[in-house]
C-alpha cells in the first residue's frame, strides 16, 4: 500500500507561481513514474506531467514551458514549479504514482487547491 500527500496549493495572482510538493510513503517501488494531474470544475482530469525514476519528463501541451516537474528519489518526494500561472490554471491539483510492472500498482493523493485569481 502507498500513500501520497500533496502539498503546496494556495491563491496565487496570475503571473505568480507556486511550488506543489507530493511525498510517497509505505511500500514504493524501485521503478516507477510520478504524476501530476488536475481537475477543474466541471472538467475532467487532465495530465499536467510525469517523471520517471530515471528522470524523463512529460508535460501537457496547455503548461509545457511554465512548470517544472522534478523528483527526489531519495525522498519519494515529486514537486511541480509553477510558473506565469493563469486563472485557467485553477483546479484540484492531485499527484500519482504507478509502476509499468505492476498495473496493480497505481496510487493517488488526495489532491490540493490552486486557485489563480486577481
Known amino acids: 500500500q502507498v500513500q501520497l500527500v500533496e502539498s503546496g496549493g494556495g491563491l496565487v495572482q496570475p503571473g505568480g507561481s507556486l511550488r506543489l510538493s507530493c511525498t510517497a510513503s509505505?511500500?514504493?517501488?524501485?521503478?516507477?513514474?510520478m504524476y501530476w494531474y488536475r481537475q477543474a470544475p466541471g472538467k475532467t482530469r487532465e495530465l499536467v506531467a510525469a517523471i520517471t525514476t530515471g528522470g524523463s519528463t512529460n508535460y501537457g501541451s496547455s503548461v509545457k514551458g511554465r512548470f517544472t516537474i522534478s523528483r527526489d528519489n531519495a525522498k519519494n518526494t515529486v514537486y511541480l514549479q509553477m510558473n506565469s500561472l493563469k486563472p485557467e490554471d485553477t483546479a484540484v491539483y492531485y499527484c500519482?504514482?504507478?509502476?509499468?510492472?505492476?498495473?496493480?500498482?497505481?496510487?493517488w493523493g488526495q489532491g490540493t487547491q490552486v486557485t489563480v485569481s486577481s
Open positions: 509505505g511500500s514504493i517501488s524501485s521503478i516507477n513514474a
Open positions: 500519482r504514482i504507478n509502476s509499468i510492472w505492476d498495473d496493480r500498482y497505481d496510487y
